[in-house]
């Protein structure tokens, strides 16, 4: 209940009822004076004395009876005022409730649809855990129990592939399925062994170590290499291209890219974009290579083919390089940022991004990206690649020896990037030149690119596609060229190069070696004296018992 601003109480009205007492019983004895002066038989009868008729004592006493009625007439006007106040007190504290009703009910409806938007929040947060904790469960004791009750069938079925590689008489054809089939079930088996293990990460640190010890043997005896059946390193190169060839259109093209030597770059798929440099060999076990590029790769492709994250000049871009003893992969996937919140969260198990229009990620690639990535001691980063405004400069040289330069800006309007002339002040989404003379070189520079990019056209070209050649994968700018005997048209239209960029690195095999070479103790410089400190008391307890 709501109470008045003074008091912690309800207002409780007083309204008293006085009733005229002495005006009423002196108005009835007035009537009977005036009834006796009209009646004189009763005043003889009763002896009335003269001094009554007298007509002063008339005045006097309608005087006091109107003194009376004054009176009563004064009190009746307090007790209404009164009245009237405290009706309109009265009213107000029950406007007041009525209004703290209303307020409280608003309230109440208003926490009432916040109770049940949380609800509705918390049971759809808990179904998705529970629907993720369950599948991935399932998961993992269906693959627990394939693994258990499929040692012995595994084992049968690598010795009857191995026995049958062994044969002598089997064509090149049959070998290289055998080959594949024998490498398949050796990638399912340890597909289960990561499944069915607790801690992804430290169950591959534990293979590491194990693995160091025969990788050190084949360093200080190179000749023990091949007398090992599995190896302890394997080439990141190898993998990539193992883990590309299933989503190639055309994968002998990149076989044979490889095969003629590195570095190499191509770019005969119309999804992928691939530059391979020469790398070291990695410890460990390339199934796990080929597993987190098969997530990255595939995460890649599923946005590449989605608007509006797509355009005919983007594609998949993949880097494999080797910067200061470590093996380095760039990823870039033409999907949608991930926020700074997002970044920590996203190699969590059963978290995705993806949560619209039926396309719900199920959160177990990326997590064994980043267990994979930890178990082997690297380290992956995210990078959001977004439009961005710059100053461009179009410089044209023509055959007669004229050149033309023309500046303009790029700008971002709703995340996309349009052009605007220096003398206009509209934005235009490309822009437009022609000239009546034959172009011999096209230049195109950048306020925040080191140098200009330049293009000779020859007297055969007609109509050329120029794109920004500092990134063929996703570039900035594409710049359309139509040229005849006479004349040239020139047509510039800026990109959406938004994305994000994963990059993941892995120390080397031969940087492990070196670390832990360097971390070897100088015995010239330990004090033995100081570490035998400690036992000289047991040194002179001996001395003295003998």
Known sequence: ?????????????????????????????????????????????????????????????????????????????????????????????????????????????????????????????????????????????????????????????????????????????????????????????????????????????????????????????????????????????????????????????????????????????????????????????????????????????????????????????????????KVRLQVFNSGPGISEEDKPKIFQLGYSTRRVKENHGKGLGLFFVGEIVKGYDGSIMIENIVNRSRQMTLRLEFENGDVHTDSFTIDVEDDLPVCQRHDQSTTEKSLSWSFEQRLRSVEVSSADSHQPQQRVLGSDIRNLTWADPQRPDNPSWVLDINLTRKNAGLVFTPLDERGVQFTVEMPLAASRLAEDAGSEYDLDTIDVDRLNQPFQALDLYHESTH
Request: proline share 6%; net charge negative; charged share 20%.
């Open 1 to 325: 209940m709501t109470l008045r601003a003074d008091t912690d109480r309800p207002f409780k009205p007083n309204w008293p009822q006085r009733f005229s007492l002495l005006s009423s019983f002196f108005g009835l004895s007035l009537v009977a004076y005036f009834y006796l002066l009209t009646e004189p038989d009763l005043m003889t009868y009763y002896q009335v004395p003269e001094w009554v008729l007298d007509p002063r004592l008339k005045m006097a006493l309608c005087a006091i009876f109107a003194i009376f009625l004054i009176n009563d007439a004064h009190r009746f006007g307090l007790a209404q005022r009164q009245q009237k106040q405290q009706a309109r007190q009265l009213q107000e504290e029950f406007n007041q409730l009525w209004q703290s009703r209303k307020q409280l009910q608003h309230k109440v409806h208003t926490y009432a649809g916040h109770a049940d938007k949380l609800k509705l929040f918390i049971s759809d947060k808990l179904l998705e855990y529970i629907e993720y904790d369950e599948k991935f469960l399932h998961f993992k004791s269906i693959a627990a129990e394939v693994r258990h009750n499929g040692v012995i069938g595994f084992d049968k079925v690598q010795s009857a592939l191995e026995q049958a590689l062994a044969q002598p008489g089997l064509n090149e054809a049959d070998q290289v399925r055998t080959r594949e089939a024998l490498q398949q079930l050796r990638y399912v088996w340890d597909l289960l062994d990561l499944a069915t293990t607790d801690n992804i990460a430290l169950h591959l640190a534990n293979q590491l170590c194990d693995l160091e010890e025969p990788y050190y043997q084949q360093s200080l005896n190179p000749e023990s290499a091949d007398s090992h059946e599995l190896q302890p390193t394997f080439s990141p190169v190898a993998g990539l291209v193992r883990a590309l060839t299933p989503l190639l259109n055309t994968p002998d093209s990149v076989h044979q890219a490889v095969a003629e030597g590195l570095p190499c770059q191509w770019q005969d798929d119309p999804s992928f974009w691939v530059l391979i440099e020469p790398c070291g060999v990695v410890l460990g076990n390339e199934n796990h290579w080929v597993l987190l590029l098969e997530n990255l790769l595939k995460n890649a492709q599923f946005f590449s083919g989605k608007r509006p994250y797509r355009h005919k000049y983007r594609r998949i871009g993949v880097r494999l390089t080797e910067p200061a003893g």
